[in-house]
């Protein structure tokens, strides 16, 4: 059964350096988002991609984020000088049509600890 | 406002009881999704269930939903210990889930 991957599954960064997270989404997917998780919280929304742009953002969703999808396949998350609130666990999701239509189906997730 | 909250917080069962879980939610919606996460893993896609429709079922998973009062429940038949998770329903927003807080359920052997 097709599924979301990430990589890595754990990630371990000084504050201030940049990180980039990655995923390979399902392959017939359109729609593809990411979201975090601060340990014992909610998963909040931070982007939706679709047509190769942001079609949405979240305010964490700050200059120090950035998405792309560099490949027919990858798509990225990146920080560019992590602080140590952005210690979480960053998941992916993708889905065919979009939120009002179809599942979402989410990756396992990268957890990002920030010292 | 806070968008899909779960209750109870936190259900502790025996082996074999049902465990019902509820989400309410504020403003109107397209579809409902229940997922469950265990400890420290990924998101698990249950179950959708439409704005069109009231009840769903998948194996041991039943889902309702009544839009007049803006409440899911979902029911889990027949628990077993590798039921113990966290379990979060979802809402659409726009293209966005929105997520809330989970119950966490500890089914014991």
């Known amino acids: 059964e097709p599924e979301v991957t990430q990589t890595p599954s754990h990630q371990v960064t000084q504050m201030g350096q940049e990180v980039i997270l990655r995923c390979v989404p399902i392959s017939n997917h359109l729609y593809f988002y990411w979201y975090r998780q601060i340990l014992g919280q909610k998963v909040e929304f931070l982007v939706s991609?679709?047509?190769?742009?942001?079609?949405?953002k979240s305010e964490i969703f700050d200059d120090q984020f950035s998405v792309e999808r560099p490949d027919g396949s990858n798509f990225t998350l990146k920080i560019r000088s992590t602080k140590l609130e952005d210690s979480a666990m960053y998941f992916c999701?993708?889905?065919?049509?979009?939120?009002?239509?179809?599942?979402?189906?989410f990756g396992p997730g990268t957890r990002l600890t920030v010292l | 406002s806070q968008q899909g909250e779960e209750d109870p917080q936190a259900l502790s069962i025996q082996e074999g009881e049902n465990a019902t879980m509820n989400c309410s939610y504020k403003t109107s919606i397209n579809n409902l999704q229940w997922y469950r996460q265990n400890s420290g893993r990924g998101l698990v896609h249950l179950i959708l269930?439409?704005?069109?429709?009231r009840e769903k079922h998948s194996g041991r998973l039943r889902v309702t939903l009544d839009t007049s009062k803006k409440s899911s429940s979902l029911l889990i038949t027949a628990s077993r210990a590798a039921d113990t998770a966290s379990y979060f329903c979802?809402?659409?927003?726009?293209?966005?889930?929105?997520f809330g807080a989970g119950t966490i359920l500890r089914v014991k052997s």
């Open positions: 999701a993708s889905t065919l049509q979009g939120s009002s239509y179809n599942e979402q189906f």
């Open positions: 979802a809402t659409d927003k726009g293209n966005k889930l929105v």
């Open positions: 269930i439409r704005s069109n429709e």
């Open positions: 991609f679709y047509n190769n742009e942001i079609s949405e």
